[in-house]
Each structure stands twice: as structure tokens, then as C-alpha cells.
């Protein structure tokens, strides 16, 4: 099993400019969700998914956008970059709701 | 609303010494559970324990445990015989089933001092 997986670990985006990071998980997990990571607050939870075709939008979802098509997948859109969104993101998942999370390694991305 | 509070953002402990690490948390509803969370240097995100809101016991994993006060509303976790390897970040998080999700807390540091 390789467990949650993100891709890429690092990206530099100008202001203004879209990409996806990806997450992918083979262990049949229910529950997934992105969180942002900057120092002093800890992780806060930009958006989760209870099953697939069922998001939700978590603490700080502004700027982001998800979708869940398959269980597999819970990729996380920039829709125009901005140097706020620069920060740690992980990706995790759970059996379900209420169980512990697997994290992905985290994908450090930098807004210029 | 859902919060986590750890109010200690930097700790030291000596070596093979016990450590506190506090949360506190906000909820109203009666059916919740709490996470710890351990994040070394290195980045990853690593499980520690877990307690339920109606676990008759507080709940305990090798040397971690949790000092739950559910009247408190206080779920401390309690580090034994501190190794150096233990020196990272601790993250408390929080479900209630009024929501579906999990919340974190803003973290302790803890360093181990030989």
C-alpha cells in the first residue's frame, strides 16, 4: 500500500495562475480532506469529502475548489493563485469520519 | 462552534522525564472525539491517540496517555519517560458528529533535553 500520496511535494506559482494538487489514497477510505498548514495556526481545513461525489467546504475554502469523483481521488484547485495561499498543504484520509487520518507527505507551495 | 485551544506553544523536558502537553476544547454536542497528532522535524503527520466522549477509560498507547476531563473540557496528553525522539510538534484535534469534520488545535512544541 502506498498509503496517501500527493503530488507535487513543491510548486511556485505566480499570482493569478491555476493549478491542481493531487491526492490519491489506495486504502478504500470514506473520508478525505485538505488542510493548510502555516506556522502559529496549526492545520485548518479547507475543504473534506464524505464519500465520493459529496464535498463540503471546510474552515478557510475561499480561493480553493474540490471534487471527488471517484474514492480514489480528492484533488484541490487554485482557482488565481494569491501570495496568502502560500503554505503547507496536506492531504489526509480516514476508514471514516471519526477514525484516525492518514496524512500525505504535503506539498509546500509558494505564491510569488 | 467547534475550537481547540493549546495555550502552550513552546515546551522543555529533561530527558526520561513525564511531560503535560494541555488541550482544551469547545463543543456542544454531547458525542465528540479527540486526536493527538505528533509532527516531527521531518514534517509528516503522525497518529498518537484517540479518546471518545463516552470511553468509560482515558485512553492509553505505549507511553502516551490521555488525561480526559470531560467536565472540563480538557483531553491533556501525557507523554512518560520522554525520549529525544519525542521532540516535535503535538497537534490536538477534535469530531463532533454535529459535523463532519476534524478540527485542529495550534500546537505545543515540545523540545527533549538531554
Known amino acids: 500500500n502506498a498509503g496517501v500520496t500527493q503530488t507535487p511535494k513543491f510548486q511556485v506559482l505566480k499570482t493569478g495562475q491555476s493549478m491542481t494538487l493531487q491526492c490519491a489514497q489506495d486504502?478504500?477510505?470514506?473520508?478525505m480532506s485538505w488542510y493548510r498548514q502555516d506556522p502559529g495556526m496549526g492545520l485548518r481545513l479547507i475543504h473534506y469529502?464524505?464519500?465520493?461525489?459529496?464535498?463540503d467546504q471546510g474552515e478557510v475554502p475561499n480561493g480553493y475548489n474540490v471534487s471527488r469523483s471517484t474514492t480514489e481521488d480528492f484533488p484541490l484547485r487554485l482557482l488565481s493563485a494569491a501570495p496568502s495561499q502560500t503554505s503547507v498543504y496536506f492531504c489526509?484520509?480516514?476508514?471514516?469520519?471519526?477514525?484516525?487520518?492518514?496524512f500525505g507527505p504535503g506539498t509546500r507551495l509558494t505564491v510569488t | 462552534a467547534q475550537k481547540i485551544t493549546q495555550t502552550q506553544p513552546g515546551m522543555f523536558v529533561q530527558e526520561k522525564e513525564a511531560v503535560t502537553l494541555d488541550c482544551t476544547y469547545d463543543t456542544s454536542d454531547p458525542s465528540y472525539g479527540l486526536f493527538w497528532y505528533k509532527q516531527p522535524s521531518s514534517g509528516e503527520m503522525i497518529f498518537l491517540i484517540y479518546q471518545g466522549s463516552y470511553d468509560q477509560q482515558n485512553a492509553t498507547e505505549g507511553r502516551y496517555s490521555l488525561n480526559f476531563q470531560k467536565a472540563r473540557k480538557s483531553a491533556n496528553l501525557v507523554i512518560s519517560a520522554s525520549q529525544l525522539g519525542d521532540s516535535a510538534m503535538y497537534f490536538c484535534?477534535?469530531?463532533?458528529?454535529?459535523?463532519?469534520?476534524?478540527?485542529f488545535g495550534p500546537g505545543t512544541s515540545l523540545s527533549v533535553i538531554p
Open positions: 469529502s464524505v464519500g465520493a461525489g459529496i464535498t
Open positions: 489526509a484520509s480516514s476508514y471514516r469520519l471519526g477514525h484516525e487520518q492518514y
Open positions: 484535534a477534535m469530531r463532533d458528529t454535529s459535523y463532519d469534520k476534524v478540527i
Open positions: 486504502m478504500n477510505h470514506e473520508y
